[in-house]
C-alpha cells in the first residue's frame, strides 16, 4: 500500500512540473517572439509561430516536466540540501539547453536558449517546492531498510 502512495505523490510531482513548465514554455515563447525578436535583430530567430512544431515543443516540454517533477522529488527527498536541488535543476536545464547550442550562425540566440531551459526547470523546482512546503505533494522518504543500505554502502 505503501508503494501505491508513493507513486501516486510521484504521479502528483510529475503533474505539477508538467504544468510549470508548460507556463514556462508560454510565457518565454511570449516574450522571445514579442519582445527579444522584434527589438533586436541579431535575435530574430527566436520568433515563433504556432504551428504544429510549436505544439511538438510544447509537448516535448510538458513530457520534461513531467519527467523533472518525478525525478526532483527523488532527488531532494527530506534533505534541506541546496546542492540537491540546484544540481537537479542545471542537470535537466544543461542537459536540455546544451543540445540547441550549434554555434553556426550567431550564438546569442542558441545561448538564450539553453539558458531558458535552466530557467524552466527553476520554475519547476519552485513549484514543486511550494507544492512540498503547503502539503499538496508529501517528499519522498527513505524506508528503514533503504536507510541501512545506504548507510552499509557508505561504510565500503
Not at 522571445?32 to 510544447?58: C, D, K, M, Q
Not at 553556426?104 to 517546492?129: C, H, K, N, Q
Not at 511550494?130 to 517528499?139: A, E, L, R, S
Amino acid at each position: 500500500m505503501q508503494l501505491m502512495a508513493e507513486r501516486l505523490e510521484s504521479l502528483k510531482a510529475g503533474l505539477i512540473g508538467s504544468f510549470a513548465l508548460c507556463l514556462a514554455f508560454l510565457i518565454t515563447n511570449l516574450v522571445n517572439t514579442l519582445v527579444l525578436a522584434r527589438y533586436f535583430p541579431t535575435l530574430a530567430s527566436l520568433a515563433r509561430e504556432i504551428n504544429w512544431h510549436w505544439w511538438l515543443s510544447g509537448g516535448i516540454a510538458a513530457f520534461s516536466g513531467l519527467l523533472f517533477g518525478v525525478t526532483y522529488r527523488y532527488i531532494i527527498r527530506t534533505d534541506h540540501n541546496p546542492q540537491l536541488k540546484s544540481g537537479g535543476v542545471l542537470a535537466f536545464g544543461l542537459v536540455r539547453g546544451l543540445t540547441q547550442i550549434d554555434g553556426v550562425d550567431t550564438a546569442l540566440p542558441d545561448f538564450i536558449l539553453a539558458g531558458e531551459s535552466i530557467l524552466w526547470f527553476a520554475v519547476g523546482a519552485i513549484a514543486l517546492d511550494t507544492t512540498i512546503q503547503i502539503g499538496w505533494i508529501k517528499p519522498f522518504k527513505l524506508t528503514q531498510g533503504s536507510d541501512e543500505a545506504a548507510k552499509t554502502s557508505k561504510l565500503h
